[in-house]
Nanobody, 122 residues
Framework: VQLQAFGGGLVQAGGFLRLSCAAS?????????MGWFRQAPGKEREFVAA????????YYADTVKGRFTISRDNAKNTMYLQMNSLKPEDSAVYYC???????????????WGQGTQVTVSS
């Protein structure tokens, strides 16, 4: 699966952004479990949100719960991350990932997008 993430940018604290992740490839999009991760400078990549195809549910890191929403449009082969009430600590490169099963670890996913930069100014 090939993934392309876009939609990042510079926003003030309290603002919002919507990230998109377009998928292409032989695996049907609706069968993919997908997730978002982020990596800030000097830090390890961390889990943000995921959609589990097998479980039919979304789940989130505690740091973004209530502010971020993951969704998908199977007709467009696209996953989204709506990010509201952004904080400076949300600044990072955001990556989308896909695989046969979802999880909160990098190793749970087979394919990764190139990342999109999100910068939140205070």
């Amino acid at each position: 699966v090939q993934l392309q993430a876009f939609g990042g940018g510079l926003v003030q604290a309290g603002g919002f952004l919507r990230l998109s992740c377009a998928a292409s490839g032989r695996t049907p999009f609706r069968a993919l479990s997908m997730g978002w991760f982020r990596q800030a400078p000097g830090k390890e990549r961390e889990f943000v949100a995921a959609y589990s195809w097998s479980r039919g549910r979304n789940y989130y890191a505690d740091t973004v719960k209530g502010r971020f929403t993951i969704s998908r449009d199977n007709a467009k082969n696209t996953m989204y991350l709506q990010m509201n009430s952004l904080k400076p600590e949300d600044s990072a490169v955001y990556y989308c990932a896909a695989g046969p099963k979802s999880g909160t670890y990098d190793s749970d996913y087979d394919d990764w997008g190139q990342g999109t930069q999100v910068t939140v100014s205070s």
